[in-house]
């Protein structure tokens, strides 16, 4: 039995962000199989092709639909398990699932990742996808596996959507891996790390050198209303020891010669003690990286010992998950047990010691008002970030969020699991909900108005840095400041639309 893990080729909006990145969750599976003794190979289809630009504004990473195929016919896999990242990443997901079925029906195709796990029963759904891995998968896909050479008992798989007489079956997720260190560090060699290495593209804002992810627990135990790691990961905190991290960290750095690592934990600094020691460790082992936590980490959990660590560790960032300026918001709705004094505490921690604080921030939660966008815009302008992401919230299936905004009514379920997949709802860029407190187009003159404070305080803060980093950025934020000025909140926002349309063609 052959198996070919695929991370299928995709498209994206250009101004998305990202584009292919080290496939670390197959790269575990890979792990899982070899150990297992199952014959395993992988094709990162999203690396083998160039990017191309379309006529939609968007771009194309990878293989053509006739190249996938050939090389899939090269490969002549008996089974293809397909990683699905992001909710946006499934319609790639769906018609590599197409062309494997178009070479062999009798080819078994398997899919996992956040949206499988989601939306396991509309994934499973479609004919083209005959199983879905829910939540984490090294042993329930091994599992999976062994029972096409059993009894196929596919009942007994925990975590597991799968057809049966034409009715999808769905196998609840209920046990997670409790010892990490039990499982295998990522298989870096069967994705061929080097080729990524190689691509020296900015990484969340980290720089352009020799990057690679890094995961060292899953989890996180916090409950905020719209995040949907419980539903992938399970509720409980579980880690790997500081000593199986910076193994992991010290075999990046000497075998391959990485020197910037992104931390893509749920929670990196939850358990500050953990924490420390790991800093404390990558310190006197005198390991040369810089790193950052893409992810987020919870402001709470922080402080001023913390941070002096984590700067002398090489710690150039920290993206700082604190929603909203508005306590209601923030602690009442959103559940973040966050007080207004440790965010202010905090941040000026980090630029005392150089490190970059970057801001996530979550706008038009049920409850938002003119009043505490206004008091997000005071955040902003106070504390300086490096970086701001404004994220509109979205219901995402698993999440208490969507719950309640299916219990008010404010998404139908059978019409929103198609709109979810759309590319700017999958990254949390477009309305998807109305209240009775806000329609859209105030969700996108409040994103806006948040936007113009965050550039503001850049060109007041940091001119000559802003300059030299990105010359075209910065003639954005001057143009968006000077209009808002100008013509005011309404007009320029207006006229920003317009040319932003006129760019996306």
């Not at 670390?24 to 992988?42: E, F, P, T």
């Not at 946006?88 to 990742?113: E, M, N």
Request: aromatic share 10%; proline share 5%; hydrophobic share 40%.
């Amino acid at each position: 039995m052959r198996v070919l893990l695929l991370n299928p080729p995709f498209e994206t909006p250009k101004h998305a962000g990202l584009g292919v990145t080290f496939p670390l969750g197959l790269a575990y599976l890979a792990s899982a199989l070899d150990k297992a003794g199952i014959d395993v190979v992988a094709l990162d289809a999203a690396l083998e092709g160039p990017r191309e630009a379309t006529q939609r504004g968007t771009f194309n990473y990878g293989l053509s639909p006739e190249q996938l195929k050939n090389r899939m016919e090269q490969i002549k896999p008996d089974i293809v398990g397909m990683g699905c990242f992001f909710s946006s990443r499934f319609p790639a997901v769906l018609q590599a699932a197409r062309i494997v079925k178009s070479i062999d029906t009798k080819i078994i195709t398997v899919t996992g990742g956040i949206h499988p796990t989601l939306m396991p029963e509309k994934v499973c759904a479609y004919p083209e996808l005959d199983f879905a891995i829910i939540g984490e998968g090294e042993e329930s896909f091994v599992r999976l596996l062994k029972e096409f050479d059993g009894s196929r008992d596919f009942d007994s798989v925990d975590g597991l959507a799968f057809k049966r007489d034409g009715q999808v079956v769905i196998n609840a997720k209920r046990l997670f891996i409790e010892d990490l260190d039990a499982i295998r560090s990522p298989s870096w060699d069967i994705f061929h790390l080097e080729r990524y290495l190689d691509l020296h593209e900015e990484r969340w804002g980290l720089g352009r050198g020799r990057y690679a992810p890094v995961i060292t627990s899953r989890g996180c135990p916090y409950r905020c209303t719209f995040c949907s790691i419980h539903s992938v990961m399970g509720c409980a905190y579980r880690v790997h020891s500081p000593a199986r991290v910076l193994h992991e960290i010290e075999t990046l750095v000497s075998r391959y010669d990485v020197d910037e690592i992104s931390f893509e934990d749920d929670n990196l600094t939850y358990d500050k003690d953990r924490f420390i020691q790991i800093c404390k460790g990558i310190v006197e082992k005198k390991i040369g990286i810089k790193w950052n936590t893409p992810n987020g980490v919870h402001v709470g959990s922080l402080d001023e010992e913390a941070l002096a660590w984590a700067k002398e560790a090489g710690c150039d960032s920290l993206n700082l998950g604190i929603e909203s300026g508005d306590d209601h918001i923030r602690n009442h709705v959103i559940k973040k047990g966050l007080r207004h004094d440790k965010i202010y505490e905090v941040v000026s921690a980090c630029h005392r010691l150089g490190i970059k604080p970057n801001a996530y921030f979550v706008i038009a939660m049920p409850g938002e008002t003119d009043s505490s966008i206004n008091k997000t815009k005071k955040y902003i302008k106070d504390l300086r970030f490096n970086n701001l992401s404004l994220f509109i919230a979205t219901p995402t299936p698993g999440t208490k969020f969507y719950d309640d905004c299916v219990a008010k009514g404010y998404i139908k379920p059978d019409l929103y699991e198609d709109e979810f997949i759309d590319f700017e709802a999958a990254i949390f860029v477009q309305p998807s909900i109305e209240t009775p407190g806000f329609d859209r187009a105030r969700v996108e003159l409040w994103r806006y108005r948040l936007l113009e404070a965050y550039y503001e305080s850049c060109l007041r803060g940091g001119f000559c840095r802003w300059l030299i980093k990105s010359p075209r950025h910065w003639l954005g934020m001057i143009l968006t400041v000077a209009l808002y000025k100008i013509l005011g909140e309404k007009l320029s926002f207006s006229a920003i639309r317009k040319m932003q349309k006129v760019i996306r063609g």
